[in-house]
Nanobody, 117 residues
Framework: QVQVAESGGGLVQPGGSLKLSCVFSGRFFAMYLMAWYRQAPGNRRELVATITDRETTNYADSVQGRFTISRDHARNTVSLQMSSLKPEDTAVFYC???????????WGQGTQVTVSS
């Protein structure tokens, strides 16, 4: 059974940086497309960034150049390094794993990121 669990959220001032981590528990980490989503109050959940098993990345326009997604195959982790944070980045951030072959999906519980002075 696959589980993903996020950590690293918190309160940060505008312009600051924060790093989120996601631990993947289960087999065959390399078979999963990993992603970060976020959901702000009153908004739909939106895709932030994705990374393939071969570490090809893709970003939402709103975070391009400010956020960096990475994965560590030795530790089965995915990280999201966020910099130049803005108040509009405030949201609950979720880690997502999708099996490339079966299309099964798994979500973490989410971690709150608040950007405020």
């Amino acid at each position: 059974q696959v589980q993903v669990a996020e950590s690293g959220g918190g309160l940060v001032q505008p312009g600051g940086s924060l790093k989120l981590s996601c631990v993947f528990s289960g087999r065959f980490f390399a078979m999963y497309l990993m992603a970060w989503y976020r959901q702000a109050p009153g908004n739909r959940r939106e895709l932030v960034a994705t990374i393939t098993d071969r570490e090809t990345t893709n970003y939402a326009d709103s975070v391009q150049g400010r956020f960096t997604i990475s994965r560590d195959h030795a530790r089965n982790t995915v990280s999201l390094q966020m910099s130049s944070l803005k108040p509009e980045d405030t949201a609950v951030f979720y880690c997502h794993a999708q099996n490339l072959y079966t299309r099964e999906e798994y979500w973490g519980q989410g971690t709150q990121v608040t950007v405020s002075s």
